[in-house]
């Protein structure tokens, strides 16, 4: 039997649709293919948009720190003469303690009317770069010394009312023969909540504290005994000033209390405290560090040694006639910077 054909209408008709749907297809296909070259060209100009941005946005970033940089590598050049060369193993921080000035007096404030402040309590913190080993030069207050650019002397803790942490700074580098590389001022408001965070230190109160003092804001009522103090009462514990000894025994008990405190700081307890304590120093604390000195003093402190640290007093004498001024002894001083500062050929050869 032979097979049907089918009509020719019917076969021409279904020709006409299957080419219809191919160039349906292959205009779709078009439209697809441009579609994709349309979003992909939009896409490289938000992308190249984004890329110059970014560019423009890190050159500026990096345009300032270059002049920050090179502004700090100037000060840094001009400063040279004044840096002993052979304090460079140590980073020599000077940490004043200021008070919070007296509460009443014209005499006693400044152009503005705020009070004038006192260095309170003045320390220096030398670290060897190499060993992270610590060394801590109490200054009590009341040392007498000569003034930066003047004929006058006056007591230490003064001249910080008069020109600053810089005056404070030049006097300190001219008692002691040491460069001192940065300086940090703290009021006691501030320290007293690092205590906090720390949550309080232990110690020994070698003995009843009774002391008020309205002009300066004083009221120190602390009983004999091992005791965990808070931050306010530390503070007292280190501002008390008893009749017998005077600023040299504040300066005996700012001994015994930063070894207490680098005790408590190089504790594993210590470490989630690090963030909040980060940004009270960050926030309320003065330094003459820039970014640049703080990043080379954070890395420094990353290797600290856990051995305590060596503490010592300046060496001197009460004045005749008037024992509340602390007299240095200068060749004792001389000594003793020699022993916490050996030069190379000692340490070769002792």
């Given amino acids: 039997m032979s097979k049907k054909k089918a009509p020719m209408s019917t076969t021409r008709a279904n020709i006409e649709r299957k080419r219809k749907e191919l160039r349906h297809r292959r205009r779709m296909r078009f439209l697809r293919f441009l579609a994709f070259l349309v979003v992909f060209a939009i896409f490289l100009v938000i992308a190249g948009f984004i890329c110059m941005t970014i560019y423009h946005w890190g050159s500026g970033i990096y345009a300032e720190y270059q002049i920050r940089h090179e502004a700090y590598l100037k000060k840094q050049a001009a400063r040279a003469p004044e840096i002993d060369p052979k304090f460079d193993g140590y980073t020599n921080i000077l940490v004043m303690g200021v008070d919070d000035g007296a509460t009443s007096g014209p005499d006693r404030t400044d152009d503005a009317g705020a009070p004038l402040r006192h260095a309170d309590t003045i320390m220096m913190l ?3 770069n190499d060993t992270g080993r610590l060394r801590i030069l109490t200054i009590p207050r009341d040392t007498w010394v000569p003034i930066p650019g003047s004929s006058y002397e006056n007591r230490i803790a003064s001249l910080y009312e008069t020109g600053g942490a810089s005056l ?3 006097a300190v580098e001219k008692l002691l023969g040491v460069s001192v590389h940065q300086y940090v001022t703290i ?9 906090d965070t720390l949550g309080g230190i232990d110690l020994y109160v070698e003995t009843d ?3 008020d003092d309205p002009e300066a804001d004083l009221s120190i009522h602390l009983k004999q005994g091992y005791q965990h103090l808070a931050g306010k009462d530390a503070v007292s514990y280190l501002r008390y000033r008893s009749t017998d000894l005077g600023d040299v025994g504040r300066s005996k008990r700012q001994q015994l209390f930063v070894r207490a405190l680098y005790e408590e700081a190089m ?3 210590t470490i989630p405290k690090i963030p909040a304590i980060a940004e009270i120093l960050q926030t309320r604390v003065t330094t003459s560090a820039e970014i640049f000195d703080s990043a080379h003093i954070a890395n420094v402190l990353r290797h600290m040694n856990r051995e305590a640290p060596e503490v ?3 060496p001197g004498t009460t004045a005749e006639g008037d024992d509340t001024i602390w007299m240095p002894d200068t060749q004792a001083v001389g000594e003793g910077i ?3 500062f050996p030069s190379p050929e000692t340490t070769e050869n002792p």
């Fill in 168 to 170: 404070v700074v030049l």
């Fill in 209 to 211: 504290m009774d002391y």
């Fill in 338 to 340: 020699a022993k916490l």
């Fill in 187 to 195: 009021d006691m408001a501030t320290f007293a909540e690092i205590i």
């Fill in 126 to 128: 030398s670290i060897e």
């Fill in 312 to 314: 010592w007093m300046l």
């Fill in 267 to 269: 504790q594993v307890a």
